[in-house]
């Protein structure tokens, strides 16, 4: 397994689901890890698993979509560890709706959470990682920014958004010894579509849909997350995992 040993990493949206799972494979391979959400108790709880495990790590309850907040984040983490190594946009919410019965203020909240708050937290850091001359960017988007999926467009726009970003900034950044790169999982289960699970008529439809019949678990995500966050992913960048049993390819 990769080593990241005196590494620190930043894990947005790190509460539940893959954040969790992502922030608690970063704790295992040795990295010191900074959880943000909005939700204080759920850090707090993993904050406390990790110190059981032997590990280190930084509850630091963010409004991902407030400058200030987030600025606060990185702050926090670097008075606290010293340092900043690796960056993980994983803060992200979904709205389903047809677009002519959404609102403005639903899809703004959409898109000032998925990408906004990806611009934010990428800035705050990026800003330590070109002092040090090193960094890792890891942007979770989705595969929904690879298809078309109806009801969906404020969520499939903000992760081609977070896409395009990546590209973006990995070339800006390609000659500092920074990498940014992004994950695009497809269904996973995770507390983001618990309801979605509770329909066994929609949970079918979904199913049916993937080449592999079954969603992904969190676990799956993680090898390639260290991966990106590693040493050994030192000339990729700009790329796109996508991680959802086909469905995207179909």
Partial sequence: MTSLE???AIVTGAGRGLGRSMAKALVGAGASVTVAA???TELDAFVAEAKESGGQALACPTDITDEASVERMVEATVETFGRVDILVNNSGIVATRPLVEQSAA??????DTNLRGTFLATRAVGRHFLAQQSGKVVNIASNFALQG????????ASKAGVIAFTRAMAIEWSR???QVNAIAPGYFATALNA???EDAHTLEKVVRAIPARRLGEPDEITPWLLLLAG??????TGEV????????VR
């Fill in 149 to 156: 999926v109806a009801n969906h467009a404020a969520y499939s």
């Fill in 195 to 197: 309801e979605m699970r």
């Fill in 6 to 8: 005196d590494k620190v």
């Fill in 106 to 111: 639903e899809w703004d909240s959409v898109v």
């Fill in 38 to 40: 909005r939700t204080g």
């Fill in 176 to 178: 500092q010894n920074i």
């Fill in 241 to 248: 995992i996508v991680i959802d049993g086909g469905q995207s």
């Fill in 231 to 236: 040493s050994d992913s030192s000339f990729v």
